[in-house]
């Protein structure tokens, strides 16, 4: 079986070239300070992502760290909503926003992204997948056990755990149905 599939007007398949996903990560709550994208240097940081070959600008405003400082729902809507708006049609790359909230993806796809990219496999907001449905858009699921969001923060349950490659399969096809 040969996979061939467009997403956003990227070809991705057998028969394509790699994409490169650029991540630009506006949470300065991440336990990686390099990693955080001021937003002065937002569009350079994007058009240097592009130049070195990224098709795909994935933009995150919390921090997944199960050790960060909580931040509120408000707070990633304002680190994100600007994004949005100063990337869509200056940058030649599909957008894709992270969040786990249906109304800050349904504002950013409205605002320009072209992706939703739920960490939680859409697990965290019941309206989601609504939000996708409507907007006809990819949807990048995460396959995750014991992982749980409030607007408030993030809470993680770590308990040491191996998990198969078809068990991964079954919960990514869970989410997806």
Same mark, same amino acid.
């Given at each position: 079986?040969?996979?061939?599939?467009?997403i956003?007007?990227?070809?991705?398949g057998?028969?394509?070239?790699?994409?490169?996903?650029?991540?630009l990560?506006?949470?300065?709550?991440s336990?990686?300070?390099? @990693?955080?994208?001021?937003? $002065?240097s937002?569009?350079?940081?994007?058009? =240097?992502?592009?130049e070195?070959? &990224?098709? %795909?600008?994935?933009?995150?405003?919390?921090?997944?760290?199960?050790?960060?400082?909580?931040?509120?729902?408000e707070?990633?809507?304002?680190?994100?909503l600007p994004?949005?708006?100063?990337?869509?049609g200056?940058v030649?790359a599909?957008?894709?926003?992270?969040t786990?909230?249906?109304?800050?993806?349904d504002?950013c796809?409205d605002?320009?992204a072209?992706?939703?990219?739920?960490? @939680?496999?859409?697990?965290? $907001?019941?309206?989601m997948?609504?939000?996708? =449905?409507?907007?006809?858009?990819p &949807?990048? %699921?995460?396959?995750?056990?014991?992982y749980?969001?409030t607007?408030?923060?993030?809470?993680?349950?770590?308990i040491p755990?191996?998990?198969s490659?078809?068990?991964?399969?079954g919960?990514?096809?869970i989410?997806?149905?």
């Amino acid at each position: 079986m040969v996979v061939d599939v467009d997403i956003c007007g990227l070809n991705v398949g057998d028969n394509h070239p790699v994409r490169l996903m650029g991540v630009l990560n506006l949470s300065h709550e991440s336990f990686y300070k390099g @990693s955080v994208v001021r937003e $002065d240097s937002l569009i350079d940081a994007a058009s =240097a992502m592009v130049e070195e070959g &990224a098709t %795909v600008l994935d933009i995150g405003g919390r921090s997944t760290w199960p050790l960060a400082e909580p931040i509120s729902k408000e707070i990633e809507r304002e680190r994100l909503l600007p994004a949005i708006d100063a990337l869509a049609g200056n940058v030649d790359a599909v957008l894709s926003v992270d969040t786990v909230f249906a109304d800050i993806a349904d504002q950013c796809l409205d605002r320009g992204a072209d992706i939703v990219n739920d960490v @939680s496999g859409l697990m965290t $907001d019941e309206n989601m997948v609504d939000v996708v =449905a409507n907007h006809e858009c990819p &949807a990048v %699921v995460m396959a995750s056990r014991n992982y749980r969001v409030t607007c408030l923060g993030w809470m993680q349950l770590w308990i040491p755990w191996r998990q198969s490659l078809s068990c991964v399969k079954g919960r990514v096809l869970i989410r997806i149905d």
